[in-house]
Structure formats: structure tokens, C-alpha cells
T-cell receptor, first 112, second 118 residues
Framework: GNSVTQMEGPVTLSEEAFLTINCTYT??????LFWYVQYPGEGLQLLLK?????DKGSNKGFEATYRKETTSFHLEKGSVQVSDSAVYFC???????????FGQGTELSVKP | GAVVSQHPSWVICKSGTSVKIECRSL??????MFWYRQFPKQSLMLMAT?????????EQGVEKDKFLINHASLTLSTLTVTSAHPEDSSFYIC??????????????FGEGSWLTVV
């Protein structure tokens, strides 16, 4: 079946460090891939997305490339800030119905 | 500003009572809404797909008689947790998408509703 696997957290980094959060997926067909961010006590916000292989999604310094050959969509940021502390969810959309399948989430904590 | 709004944000209810959570799409008509449940420090699990004017489609393992979903209009879906018990305590989030191709940026999430059953 369709699934998403993320690296386990929590991930703790110092400010300005490089961030990678791994995400791999299993899906039939050609899903769209997303990263969502959830700040403490809040709902989800779309961070970035990619709809086909080799697409790169980017937003607020974060980026992720849809790699079909490795079924991956790793999230990266060159220099994290304290304000980036949140939980990050990788997700896939496997049909056009709007249902998202989420990874387990990775908590990021950035220390000053 | 928010395009999907949930109410209430926080609710505490006594065990055995029912509680209703509303999900409203603002400024657009949502033919389909989704209800997710999130336990602390865990991922979101899809509970059901709410379709305007028809019965909701529940995911495997979700009790439809316990989690009643009503999508009576194109801007409102409600989730009612009936005969709530402490194990129903969770964060419930809805999402809404509007017609046409679903490209991800047309899927909006509500702010979520914290339910605590005591």
C-alpha cells in the first residue's frame, strides 16, 4: 500500500546549522509529495510541494526534490533559525481526491 | 488569513457525553472535507472523508457510529464524538479542498480542535 516514512526525531540543531529531514515513500502511480509544518498547538501549514519527478519545491529557505528513482523527498535548509522549531510532516497525495497520507512527523528543535 | 476554520479550538467534556466540532471553509465551497486525528507526538491519521450531501466514507477501523460526520452544506462539516471516553481525547484536524484538480495548494487545514474527555 501507500505509505510515507520519515526519519525519527527529535532533531536538535544549533542556529545556522544545516538541516536534512529524510522522507521516503511507497506508492503506486505518480503521487504528489508535500512537506507540512506544525508549530506547537497549531494546525498544519503547507511548506512546499512537488507534483512530479525531479520537481523541486521550495519555500522560506526550505527545499525538497522529488526523486522517483530513490522514492525520496528529503527536506533541506541551509541555515536553520530558532523560529523553525516545529514538527515537520512529509505527505503524499495518491489520487486526485484530496486524501493525504502522512509520515510520522519529525520534531525539530533549534537552539540559539 | 485562515481559509478553513474549526470550532471549538479547545473542548473539555465529561465521559459519556457527546461533543460536536465544526469545520468551515471560508470564502470557498468545499465539496469534500477530511477529518484527521492526531495523538500527541504522533502523525495524522485520516478518519473519514466527508462529502457534501452524502454519507461520509470512513477509513478502516474508525467507528462510524461513534464519530458522526455531517456535511450538510458546501461550507460546513461537523464531527460529533458520541458517548465520548477518555481514550477519545485527541487533536482533531479537518482539511478542505475545492473543486478541480487537487494540486496540494488547494488543500487547506483547519487550526485543529483539542478534545479532552474527563
Amino acid at each position: 500500500g501507500n505509505s510515507v516514512t520519515q526519519m525519527e526525531g527529535p532533531v536538535t540543531l544549533s542556529e545556522e546549522a544545516f538541516l536534512t529531514i529524510n522522507c521516503t515513500y511507497t506508492a503506486t502511480g505518480y503521487p504528489s509529495l508535500f512537506w507540512y509544518v506544525q508549530y506547537p498547538g497549531e494546525g498544519l501549514q503547507l511548506l512546499l510541494k512537488a507534483t512530479k519527478a525531479d520537481d523541486k519545491g521550495s519555500n522560506k529557505g526550505f527545499e525538497a526534490t522529488y526523486r522517483k528513482e530513490t522514492t525520496s523527498f528529503h527536506l533541506e535548509k541551509g541555515s536553520v533559525q530558532v523560529s523553525d522549531s516545529a514538527v515537520y510532516f512529509c505527505a503524499l497525495l495518491y489520487n486526485q481526491g484530496g486524501k493525504l497520507i502522512f509520515g510520522q512527523g519529525t520534531e525539530l528543535s533549534v537552539k540559539p | 488569513g485562515a481559509v478553513v476554520s474549526q470550532h471549538p479550538s479547545w473542548v473539555i467534556c465529561k465521559s459519556g457525553t457527546s461533543v460536536k466540532i465544526e469545520c468551515r471553509s471560508l470564502d470557498f465551497q468545499a465539496t469534500t472535507m477530511f477529518w484527521y486525528r492526531q495523538f500527541p507526538k504522533q502523525s495524522l491519521m485520516l478518519m473519514a472523508t466527508s462529502n457534501e450531501g452524502s454519507k461520509a466514507t470512513y477509513e478502516q477501523g474508525v467507528e462510524k457510529d461513534k464519530f458522526l460526520i455531517n456535511h450538510a452544506s458546501l461550507t460546513l462539516s461537523t464531527l460529533t464524538v458520541t458517548s465520548a471516553h477518555p481514550e477519545d481525547s485527541s487533536f482533531y484536524i479537518c482539511s478542505a479542498s475545492f473543486g478541480g484538480r487537487y494540486s496540494g495548494n488547494t488543500i487547506y487545514f483547519g487550526e485543529g480542535s483539542w478534545l479532552t474527555v474527563v
